[in-house]
C-alpha cells in the first residue's frame, strides 16, 4: 500500500485559504488517481477533489468555484488549494488512492474555519 501523509491544516478565518499537501511513498507520476476527501463530525465523509494522471480534474460543483487540485511532481505531493473559506468547510481533510482493497488513506489533517 501506498503511505499517505496530509499537511497544511489549521485554523483559518472565514473568507481565508488554505492549501493542503498530500505526501506520497510512491511516484505520484505512477498514480492514475489521487483524491482529497472531507469528513465533519456528524456527516458522511465525502469527496473534494480529484485528478487524474492525465491531469483531468473533478471537483464537485458546490466547491469548484473555490477548491482546486494540483499535482507538484518535484515535490512528489498532491496539492488541494482552498479559497474563501466557511465554517461549512470545517473537517478533517483526508488523501487517499487506489481502490477498494487495495486502496490507502493518510491520516487526515483538520481543517478548521472559525473567527
Known amino acids: 500500500q501506498v503511505h499517505l501523509v496530509e499537511s497544511g491544516g489549521g485554523l483559518v478565518q472565514p473568507g481565508g485559504s488554505l492549501r493542503l499537501s498530500c505526501t506520497t511513498s510512491?511516484?505520484?507520476?505512477?498514480?492514475?488517481?489521487m483524491d482529497w476527501y472531507r469528513e465533519a463530525p456528524g456527516r458522511q465523509r465525502e469527496l473534494v477533489a480529484a485528478?487524474?494522471?492525465?491531469?483531468?480534474?473533478t471537483i464537485p460543483d458546490g466547491l469548484k468555484d473555490r477548491f482546486s487540485i494540483s499535482v507538484n511532481y518535484v515535490k512528489n505531493t498532491v496539492d488541494l488549494q482552498m479559497n474563501n473559506l466557511n465554517p461549512e468547510d470545517t473537517a478533517v481533510y483526508y488523501c487517499?488512492?487506489?481502490?477498494?482493497?487495495?486502496?490507502?488513506w493518510g491520516l487526515g489533517t483538520q481543517v478548521t474555519v472559525a473567527s
Open positions: 487517499h488512492t487506489g481502490t477498494t482493497p487495495n486502496d490507502s
Open positions: 485528478i487524474f494522471g492525465e491531469g483531468k480534474t
Open positions: 510512491d511516484s505520484i507520476a505512477s498514480m492514475p488517481r
